[in-house]
């Protein structure tokens, strides 16, 4: 079975056959992938290569795709425009774990499948060589390695799961740590959100795309980067959450209080004091450095936190100074 990506990077290079073809296509795609009526499937040339039902469907349970990871003679590739007939390879291991990006185009009866094995060298030769694929141009590109407060898309290379979200940490391992994202729904891949500031959804640089979309509407792989990026916001807006950008923090919808109410705050001398909004700079200040609280519950429980907090510092073995992981 394909993905979205996959399949209409396939059509891509056929127009129907006849208009029976093109309306069962059609109807498979919308049920399969909801695509809407609007999307490009087939050729825009009409002299394209034609396609009937039967040839789709016989491509769609076994067929070559794009971005597969496959083997040519004693050779593991990166498939680039497959057809019926025919498969670019856009990508060649070499021996001495360098990549060949010279494309050239092979018979499919050429290509075999690639172990588990294969695939993991070749993920680990792309990330050596700094490089990755380009969904839309089917190419291998130079690499993007995302960085702490940076906001990326990200997607594997079927294209199967696909998100947004701002990056916190790389591990060791190449693992990502976001501060909150959010994955679109696929056919496989229900949506998923995420906002604890320190979310592993197991997603690694290693063998996932990121694309960064800091830049205001540029076109990325997944739309205009605008648009990606004001989803999660729509998805936190769903469980009443915000993501702050200057501060690098999930706050909730409403953090302030109107102008005459009461709001709290924790003085230097590790006290709680009561203030009424006036929508000062002061007050915005106490907003901006996490000093600010509706109730007076809420600022005596963060006080007593930070007194357990300091407790332990000072208690420390490692005083004056703090473990790494102390710092996360």
């Not at 009409?46 to 491509?59: A, E, R």
């Not at 670019?88 to 185009?105: K, P």
């Not at 290509?111 to 060589?129: C, H, S, V």
Request: hydrophobic share 35%; net charge negative; glycine share 4%.
């Amino acid at each position: 079975m394909k993905s979205q990506f996959q399949t209409l990077s396939f059509l891509s290079n056929y127009a129907p056959k006849t208009s029976l073809d093109a309306e069962f296509i059609n109807s498979f795609l919308v049920q399969r992938f909801q695509i809407t009526p609007k999307t490009p499937v087939f050729a825009p040339n009409s002299d394209t290569n034609l396609i009937d039902v039967q040839s789709f469907v016989s491509w769609f349970e076994s067929g070559l795709n794009a971005l597969k990871i496959a083997r040519f003679k004693n050779e593991t590739v990166l498939l680039g425009v497959c057809t019926l007939e025919t498969c670019e390879i856009i990508g060649t291991l070499l021996e001495d774990g360098t990549l060949n990006t010279e494309v050239h185009t092979v018979s499919k009866e050429e290509i075999t499948d690639a172990t588990e094995e294969d695939i993991q060298k070749f993920y680990d030769a792309l990330f050596e060589n700094n490089l990755q694929p380009d969904p839309n141009k089917l190419r291998l590109v130079p690499k993007y390695i995302p960085n702490p407060g940076d906001r990326v898309i990200f997607y594997n290379y079927s294209l199967e799961v696909q998100g947004v979200g701002v990056v916190r940490h790389i591990d060791s391992e190449h693992d990502v740590m976001f501060y909150c994202y959010f994955t679109y729904p696929t056919p496989d891949h229900p949506k998923q959100i995420g906002y604890s500031l320190a979310e592993t959804p197991g997603y690694d640089v290693r063998t996932m795309v990121f694309e960064n979309i800091d830049q205001d509407n540029i076109s990325t792989t997944l739309g205009n980067s605008t648009s990606c990026f004001r989803r999660l916001g729509k998805e936190l807006e769903k469980v009443g959450k915000v993501w702050k950008n200057k501060t690098l923090r999930i706050e909730p919808l409403e953090v302030k209080v109107p102008i005459g109410e009461t709001y709290f705050y924790i003085t230097d001398k590790m006290e709680v004091r009561q203030e009424k909004e006036k929508g000062t700079p002061t007050s915005h200040f106490r907003y901006l450095s996490g000093n600010y609280f509706t109730t007076h519950k809420a600022a005596m429980t963060m006080l007593n936190r930070f007194n357990e907090m300091l407790r332990d510092y000072l208690a420390s073995d490692k005083w004056p100074e703090l473990d790494d992981k102390d710092n996360d």
